[in-house]
């Protein structure tokens, strides 16, 4: 996946061919998608000078989405006239990226492409087009490299499926 997402990058900037908008900005989208952005990055290595994040949040802290999006803390970038690369931890119902989406066209973005690690497709509410995703996965609440189960769990060096009673007592305990 991870060469794959290098020359999707560098290549669609190439095609485009557009002074304007031919190097990416990339957006992770924090917190969750920090991890797999730093790895892309590195993969990367020059190719990619622009970078940003934003801070949304739909679940609070629990594993049900609240179906209400909110930006907790935007970007610092102009994406007017950019070729946004969102890079994105997982999506689940597409209410956050189809919000993120939207926001970036509003504020005149020339193109929107969503870079996803995981992808819960049987989840889904919102539709939202997908330029690239790492894994499919089941309708199964994840933790683990960068995903969190209120605030936890981020570090592990491992995408780990949430098992309520292990982690409700661990939780309990802090
Ligand atoms: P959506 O708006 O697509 O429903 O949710 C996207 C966000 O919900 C993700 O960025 C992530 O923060 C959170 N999320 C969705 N599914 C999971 C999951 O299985 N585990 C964790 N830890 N977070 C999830």
Request: with cysteine; net charge neutral; aromatic share 6%.
């Amino acid at each position: 996946m991870a060469s794959g997402l290098r020359q999707s990058i560098r290549r669609r900037g190439q095609v485009q061919g557009d002074a304007v908008h031919e190097e990416p900005l990339l957006l992770s989208v924090l917190e969750g998608a920090l991890p797999f952005t730093r790895q892309l990055c590195r993969l990367l290595g020059r190719g990619v000078e622009s970078f940003d994040r934003i801070k949304l949040s739909s679940y609070g802290d629990g594993t049900v989405s609240q179906g209400r999006v909110e930006v907790v803390r935007d970007m610092r970038e102009d994406p007017r006239g950019r070729r946004v690369v969102i890079l994105e931890d997982i999506v689940d119902t597409g209410r956050t990226l189809a919000f993120l989406r939207k926001r970036l066209f509003d504020r005149g973005a020339a193109s929107v492409e969503i870079y996803t690690l995981l992808d819960k497709p049987s989840r889904r509410v919102v539709e939202v087009p997908l330029t690239s995703v790492g894994f499919e996965i089941p309708d199964q609440f994840v933790l683990g490299f960068g995903l969190d189960v209120a605030g936890k769990y981020r570090d592990l060096p491992y995408i780990g499926i949430f098992e309520e009673s292990v982690a409700a007592r661990e939780l309990k305990e802090g």
